[in-house]
Nanobody, 120 residues
Framework: VQLVESGGGSVEAGGSLRLSCARS????????MSWYRQAPGKEREFVSD???????RYADFVKGRFYISQDSAKNTVYLQMNSLKPEDTGMYYC????????????????WGQGTQVTVS
């Protein structure tokens, strides 16, 4: 399983960005998909997730500003980020947690390489 994030960049406060996470490999398996972020000098923190059944959760600090969605046909998860603040600056990572697969012996979670978001 490979995860490739895209869509990061530099934006002024109040602006918007849309991140994408494309998943490839073992596409018949079912995953919960998450977004995490890590600011310089800080620990990685949970941002949002969408489980295999479509249930969604958000961290309190992004509620009402960020929205997660998925296109199952494209095996892609999106994070629409609105009203961005300087404190949203960081590397944003996509994570996949394996919930069901007909193939056994696979790792239970996967991370992408991240995409940088800078808000000034």
């Amino acid at each position: 399983v490979q995860l490739v994030e895209s869509g990061g960049g530099s934006v002024e406060a109040g602006g918007s960005l849309r991140l994408s996470c494309a998943r490839s490999g073992y596409t018949s398996c079912r995953f919960d998909m998450s977004w995490y972020r890590q600011a310089p000098g800080k620990e990685r923190e949970f941002v949002s997730d969408i489980d295999k059944d479509g249930s969604i959760r958000y961290a309190d600090f992004v509620k009402g500003r960020f929205y997660i969605s998925q296109d199952s046909a494209k095996n892609t998860v999106y994070l629409q980020m609105n009203s961005l603040k300087p404190e949203d600056t960081g590397m944003y990572y996509c994570k996949a947690d394996l919930r069901w697969c007909s193939v056994t012996g696979l790792p239970t979670n996967y991370w992408g390489q991240g995409t940088q978001v800078t808000v000034s």
